[in-house]
């Protein structure tokens, strides 16, 4: 079966760092993809993993262990802005195969 | 400016009426999609396409239907036996190779009257 799992909610204070967790069990992997949505609007991507490490974009990194089934996105100098839900999507098999997790909703407080 | 534009933004459905939902993108990305998003709920495939004139179903197809006519363009239409219709619809396309991202519409809120 295919099963991604991300907290629901996470809070955390303007300036900090929160780490965003995911794990999934897939019958197949082809790659791993953050993305952020504000409320109401599209998804936007932030990262791709497909090899096991940390990938650092900017403020926000990411990283994969493909053995244990597991990512986490990392934000740094948290901003206002970042109040958004991040979504944890795992390519299964073949390139249309993309399961997204329920999503985790950052709240960022002053 | 290259992207993908769904329309209309909001859209009400009657009982026992047929709605469609436009999906367009200027990108000239060969593959399109349809999610579906629920509240509490990842986003759920609908209908993929990867190529003109060819869609496959995607994990929650009852009730609805697609074409691709054009390589720009993938409505999806919303049939009365949706049952359950309510929810936030996204669009999306890709180059269409498995590590290339997706690019979303800005989505389309569907209610039922």
């Known amino acids: 079966g295919q099963n991604i799992d991300q907290p629901t909610e996470m809070t955390a204070t303007e300036g900090a760092i929160v780490q965003i967790n995911c794990t999934y069990q897939?019958?197949?992997?082809?790659?791993l993809f953050w993305y952020q949505q504000h409320a109401g609007e599209a998804p936007t991507f932030l990262s791709y993993n497909v090899l096991d490490g940390l990938e650092e974009k900017g403020r926000f990194s990411s990283f994969l262990s493909r053995s244990k089934g597991y990512s986490y996105l990392l934000l740094k100098e948290l901003q206002m802005k970042d109040s958004a839900s991040y979504l944890c999507?795992?390519?299964?098999?073949?390139?249309?195969?993309?399961?997204f997790g329920t999503g985790t909703r950052l709240l960022v407080s002053p | 400016d290259g992207g993908i534009t769904q329309s209309p933004k909001y859209l009400f459905r009657k009982e026992g009426q047929n709605v469609t939902l436009s999906c367009e993108q200027n990108l000239n990305h060969d593959a399109m999609y349809w999610y579906r998003q629920d509240p509490g709920q990842g986003l759920r495939l609908i209908y993929y396409?990867?190529?003109?004139?060819?869609?496959q179903k995607g994990d929650i197809a009852e009730g609805y239907s697609v074409s691709r006519e054009k390589k720009e363009s993938f409505p999806l239409t919303v049939t009365s036996a949706q049952k359950n219709p309510t929810a936030f619809y996204l669009c999306?396309?890709?180059?269409?190779?498995?590590?290339?991202?997706?690019?979303f519409g800005s989505g389309t809120q569907l209610s039922v009257l």
């Open positions: 999306a396309s890709s180059i269409g190779r498995v590590d290339e991202k997706l690019f």
């Open positions: 396409s990867q190529i003109v004139n060819d869609f």
């Open positions: 897939t019958s197949g992997f082809n790659g």
């Open positions: 999507a795992v390519r299964d098999q073949g390139f249309q195969k993309l399961v």
